[in-house]
C-alpha cells in the first residue's frame, strides 16, 4: 500500500481522489469538499462508530449541549476506513495550508441523537479543525435549521451583516454527507439541537503542522481509561 492509497478489502481507495478540490466556503479561512467515493467506506465506518457508542472505553458523554456522544481517537479503532478518512482531513491540511506536515493532536466522532446539541466553543491546541459528516441525520420538518453545523464568530464578515463585529447572523457552510470542512481552530461554531430519529454522525480532527507535548485529552494523562 502507497501513501497515496488505502486498501479497504480487496480496493485500493486514492486517499485523494483524481480531480478532486476543495473550494473556499464563505470565507478565505473556511474550505470545503466532498467526496463522492463515500458509498467505500461509509456504511462500515458508520457500523463501527455505532458499536463503538453501545459500549466501549472510548466512549465519553458529557452533558447534553456537550456534542453529543464522543468516541476519541480514530486511530485506536483498529478500523481502515478511519484509517482513510483521517488520511483525507490530513492531506486537506497540507493542501490548504500549503505544508509538507499534517499532525494530529486529537480526533473523535460525536454521535447526536435526538435532544443533542453543541454549545458553541473553539477547538484547543490546534492550528485548523477539520469536520466531516458521515450523517447529517434526518430533517426536521418544523426546524430547518435543526442540527446544522455553524459558524457563529464575529471575526466572520458572513456573521456580522448588519454590523462590522456583531454577530447577529450563523454562517452554515452546508453539511451534506460526504463533506468535509477545514476551518482555523478558533473560529467559534455550534451544532444546532438534533430531533431527528436516525443518528447525525460527524468526526472531526484537531490538526497542526508538528506535534505538541503532553495529552490532547486531559483524561489520558491520568488513570481514566
Ligand atoms: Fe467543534
Redesign the pocket.
Known amino acids: 500500500m502507497s501513501d497515496d492509497t488505502i486498501l479497504l478489502g480487496m480496493k485500493a481507495i486514492e486517499v485523494w481522489p483524481k480531480d478532486c478540490q476543495s473550494e473556499i466556503c464563505g470565507d478565505s479561512t473556511i474550505h470545503r469538499i466532498t467526496f463522492t467515493d463515500t458509498r467505500e467506506y461509509h456504511p462500515r465506518l458508520v457500523a463501527k462508530i455505532l458499536e463503538l457508542e453501545e459500549n466501549h472505553r472510548l466512549r465519553r458523554r458529557y452533558f447534553r449541549g456537550a456534542?453529543g456522544t464522543k468516541i476519541h481517537h480514530l486511530e485506536k479503532w483498529a478500523s481502515t476506513e478511519a484509517e482513510l478518512i483521517t488520511a483525507r482531513a490530513r492531506a486537506l491540511f497540507r493542501k490548504v495550508l500549503e505544508c509538507e506536515h499534517a499532525v494530529v493532536d486529537l480526533s473523535w466522532a460525536n454521535v447526536y441523537r435526538a435532544g443533542d446539541y453543541?454549545l458553541p466553543?473553539?477547538?484547543l491546541r490546534s492550528t485548523a479543525?477539520v469536520?466531516y459528516c458521515l450523517d447529517a441525520g434526518d430533517e426536521d420538518p418544523d426546524d430547518s435549521q435543526g442540527g446544522r453545523f455553524c459558524f457563529v464568530d464575529p471575526r466572520l464578515r458572513n456573521c456580522c451583516q448588519h454590523q462590522e463585529g456583531c454577530m447577529t447572523t450563523p454562517f452554515y457552510p452546508g453539511m451534506a454527507a460526504g463533506t468535509m470542512l477545514i476551518f482555523p481552530s478558533q473560529l467559534v461554531?455550534t451544532?444546532n439541537p438534533y430531533a431527528g430519529a436516525r443518528p447525525r454522525i460527524t468526526l472531526?480532527w484537531n490538526i497542526n503542522k508538528h506535534a505538541l507535548p503532553g495529552p490532547a485529552l486531559p483524561a489520558d494523562a491520568g488513570s481514566d481509561p
Open positions: 456534542c453543541c466553543h473553539s477547538h479543525s469536520v461554531h451544532v472531526s
